[in-house]
Nanobody, 129 residues
Framework: QVQLVESGGGLVQPGGSLRLSCTASASGSKNPYYIMGWFRQAPGMEREAVSFITRGGGATYCADSVKGRFTISRDEAKNTVYLQMNSVKPEDTAVYYC????????????????????WGQGTQVTISS
């Protein structure tokens, strides 16, 4: 089974930057996930779709609050997707989960957690002074 392993979380001051990484541990094989991306969940809140990217590099930003601040990218050679988070705010504080989908999805379906059946363990991001 191909696992999704996140890294890069931590404590950052408001206005700072952070880069999350998610690697599909495919053991030298081609990354099986056509779509990879990020959800986040803050305490007491529902899981929220953040951003996703296809194997071809097509990016979707589901959360309006991150548009213009977050950038998603993908390195197929490393089986890794990145989420560059700039100008972070306290409301970005959450556990960020990587998710993968082996097939394509419509735009609306891309931002729906029920359509993903491969998940990472999550990485905590805390934005605080």
């Amino acid at each position: 089974q191909v696992q999704l392993v996140e890294s890069g979380g931590g404590l950052v001051q408001p206005g700072g930057s952070l880069r999350l990484s998610c690697t599909a541990s495919a053991s030298g094989s081609k990354n099986p996930y056509y779509i990879m991306g990020w959800f986040r969940q803050a305490p007491g809140m529902e899981r929220e779709a953040v951003s996703f990217i296809t194997r071809g590099g097509g990016a979707t930003y589901c959360a309006d609050s991150v548009k213009g601040r977050f950038t998603i990218s993908r390195d197929e050679a490393k089986n890794t997707v990145y989420l560059q988070m700039n100008s972070v705010k306290p409301e970005d504080t959450a556990v960020y989960y990587c998710a993968g989908k082996r097939s394509n999805l419509s735009l609306r379906a891309t931002c729906t957690s029920a359509n993903y059946n491969y998940w990472g363990q999550g990485t905590q991001v805390t934005i605080s002074s």
